[in-house]
């Protein structure tokens, strides 16, 4: 990953993002600020809401800098002075452990600035949920963070962009917003990072947060707020995020997979499970070679509500992958499972801590 360096502002099209998918940290001052205004930053890493169609290839792609982003929301000058941050201009499906460590550690350098109030990461939606959990375990500061994206690309004549950045403002200048910790913001639906997961490929309201519930609501005259997220924790940034690999069980499953990740280097493996989480018989010899190798194993459900727990006792059930050392996800989606693990392993080294990790 190449070194993030302070630069004059930069837009980047799409005949630059593939040769520079992580651009220079800008910081972009804008207009002169109001003095009666808070101060938010609004971190620019990419994503459908800072695409446009491609005349070229009649398809969406990166066009859009941060700067293009509030300059599409006039608005904005009415609820706080904006400090633009260019991150990066990458679909986010290019997001991931290589960006995750130098995003946070951004957005607790820019949140370390007493001026600033807040901060608003706008970001694809495809990867969202897990940026955002990454950042609600990793980011130290209280302020509040709230993570955006968009449907539609900026070229759509209702791209939903510009109202998920005036909402999120709304927001994160409302008393009381620093104790949800970070969240994703779309469509008026507030989100808690550790719940929110997307269970729609192109419409406005994708992000719930499952048996959990919304945090609250931006609503047309306030910011209501109905909760606040109890399971909420802090993870240092180790210097390295160790490997974990995703690997889902299915019908017929040989275990081929997790046996390759185990002799390979991977140091956790997260199997997408069944149910409570359970699995088949080949599996289970499997992830007993991965146990004997000493790479630590997380059981995670691919059902979307509900908890993983160690409840059957057939062989690949998860009663019998307990024994081996076996740690179940709880009701952390497999791939939140394995933000979770990356920040965790470095300091959790059996699978009795790791498990006290995900029990809390």
Known sequence: MSKFTESHCL????ASFITAAVMSVTVCSGEAVAADLPTIAIIATGGTIAMKIDPATN?????????????AVPKLKEIANVKVIEFSNVPSDYMGPDLWPGLARKVDEVLADPAIAGAIISHGTDTLDQTAYFLDLAVRSDKPV???????????????????????ARQVTTQGAGALGVTITMNNY????????????SNVQTFNSGDMGYLGYVDEDRVVFSRAPLRRQHLDLPEQLPRVDLIAMQAGSDGRYVRHAADTGSKAIVIEAYGWGNLNDAMYDAIAFAREKGVM?????????????????FKGGGATTKKLGAVFADDLTPDKARVL???ALPKASTPEALQAVFDK
């Not at 194993?297 to 006792?313: E, F, Q, S």
Request: proline share 6%.
């Open 190 to 201: 507030i989100n808690a990072a550790r719940d929110a997961r997307k269970t729609h490929t």
């Open 59 to 71: 398809a969406p792609v990166p066009a859009l800098s941060g700067e293009d982003l509030i300059a």
């Open 297 to 313: 194993v997380v059981i995670a459900t691919k059902v979307y509500n509900g908890r993983a727990l160690p409840v059957y006792g």
């Open 146 to 168: 709230v993570a955006v994206g968009a449907q539609r690309n900026a070229s759509d004549w209702d791209t939903d962009g510009p109202r998920n950045l005036l909402n999120a």
């Open 11 to 14: 837009r980047s099209g799409f």
């Open 341 to 343: 693990t990356m920040l």
